[in-house]
């Protein structure tokens, strides 16, 4: 089993940039596939990215390439979200899950066992 808290959101402007990171415990970090999620009010959860064990592959939202970064340091047992060019749109609780299949990428949410508490990204106009 793993622990996972979130840290790194906050309130910003259109165009700025945060990086969100996600700290885990417990199990061996380097066994799991780490993804981030989040969900706007009033909207489902949807995926944003995940990377394998090792860091070697990623897998995005269509919508978030280019803009998006996930990367992971299994040194710190942790994954990193950098987010550039943010826009309004953006807005919403973000969140990072553990599958313990590390090395397939998956979007669903289903197929990730172990979830944080989420933290909040606020972009203004």
């Known amino acids: 089993q793993v622990q996972l808290v979130e840290s790194g959101g906050g309130l910003v402007q259109a165009g700025d940039s945060l990086r969100l990171s996600c700290a885990a415990s417990?199990?061996?970090?380097?066994?799991?596939?780490m993804g981030w999620f989040r969900q706007a009010p009033g909207k489902e959860r949807e995926f944003v990215a995940i990377?394998?064990?090792?860091?070697?592959?990623?897998r995005y939202a269509d919508s978030l390439k280019g803009r998006f970064t996930i990367s992971r340091d299994n040194a710190k047992n942790t994954v990193y979200l950098q987010m550039n060019r943010l826009k309004p749109e953006d807005t919403a609780l973000y969140y990072c899950?553990?599958?313990?299949?590390?090395?397939?990428?998956?979007?669903?949410?289903?197929?990730?066992?172990?979830w944080g508490q989420g933290t909040q990204v606020t972009v203004s106009s």
């Open positions: 990377i394998n064990w090792s860091g070697t592959s990623t």
């Open positions: 899950a553990a599958d313990d299949r590390a090395n397939f990428l998956t979007t669903r949410i289903s197929d990730h066992a172990y």
């Open positions: 417990g199990r061996s970090f380097s066994s799991y596939a």
